[in-house]
């Protein structure tokens, strides 16, 4: 997309506006840690901590529950749920 330098002043420009749906999904979290980050295997010792990982990832760095059915191997309905339980407590 560029250099640094401007995907830097980019981020800067948009930071704090994640949840205007006008910017596209990909430009808002262009600098989103990969899911290999998020749901690295010290991340994620415990089915609680994957949960808990898989809802920031959601949550805080846009990624879809379909994303993240695909990268885990799981059920986009799997996924749906843990998300659902979570925000139901």
């Known amino acids: 997309m560029g250099e640094d ?3 830097d002043n980019l981020m800067r420009y ?3 506006q994640k ?3 006008e910017i596209p ?3 808002r979290y262009i600098k989103r840690p990969g899911l290999h ?3 690295s295997w010290r991340a994620t010792k415990t089915k609680e901590m ?3 990982k898989i809802r920031e990832a959601i949550k805080e760095n846009g990624y879809s529950q379909k994303e993240l059915a695909e990268y885990l191997g799981m ?3 799997t996924i749906s749920r843990l998300v659902r339980n ?3 407590k």
């Open 5 to 7: 330098e401007f995907v």
């Open 14 to 16: 948009i930071e704090g």
């Open 19 to 21: 949840e205007i749906k």
């Open 25 to 27: 999904r990909h430009q």
């Open 37 to 39: 980050e998020i749901l």
């Open 50 to 52: 994957r949960n808990r």
């Open 75 to 77: 059920h986009y309905s």
């Open 86 to 88: 979570y925000t139901a």
